[in-house]
């Protein structure tokens, strides 16, 4: 996978995404990463990238001719995403999708946003990680990436783990345990330990749902429609 991100930060690509199994992956060739500067796309010595908004209003906006000139040197196929608190929310789904993609290109929105007509232009899609403000794109697209990089082939050491991870089946992940056995008077659950395949399984099910319905009540009620 090639993935391309459009930022006035590159000093801060790959931050987490070098190291640990994503930074395995990227120096083993399985993504790449290469960042463009929306700063060398400026009009003028200052690398100006923003203007007040029109109609007035508190913040800055990304100038539509800047960012589009940037798009429009280096951006060639693929999907386009712009990471922006009013898009769709990410998801464990958006990230099994995106994993498919041969490149990504990613817009790290700062201020107040883009302005409306580059977005039109090249049918970006925004995207969201949640309800909460970040101070720039750039994080949330890192986080993003963790999510789509780690379902790429021969990223996970154990690609099976995948099956059975929270949002997978649409239920949040059972609780998990390892030695010891005992520790400050907790015990590991009896049942974990018979090694009856399909006690464990029955068990791990009915966590998963007892977690959901409590923590999560929207991905409850859509399992249960599902059901």
Known sequence: M?????????EIFPGFLGVSLTGKALAEGKWSLTTINIRDYAFDRYGSVDDTPSGGGAGMIMRADVL?????????????????????????????QLAQEDELNIICSR???????????????DVSLGDYVLTG?????MIMLDAVIRLLPDVLGNSASIQDESFEGGLLEYPQYTRPTEWKGHKI?????????????????????????????DLWKKYLELK
């Open 2 to 10: 090639k993935v391309k991100v459009f930022t006035i930060l590159p």
């Open 68 to 96: 589009g000139e940037a798009l429009a040197k280096n951006y060639n196929k693929g999907v386009l995403l712009n990471m922006s608190p009013r898009g769709i929310p990410f998801s464990q789904q958006m990230a099994h």
């Open 111 to 125: 201020f107040e946003g883009v302005d409306e007509r580059v977005l039109e232009e090249y049918k970006a899609i």
């Open 137 to 141: 794109g750039e994080q949330a697209a």
């Open 189 to 217: 659950p009896e049942v974990l330990l018979s090694g009856h395949h399909q006690k464990i399984n029955d068990w791990r099910k009915a966590q998963s749902e007892i977690i959901t319905e409590q923590r999560r009540p």
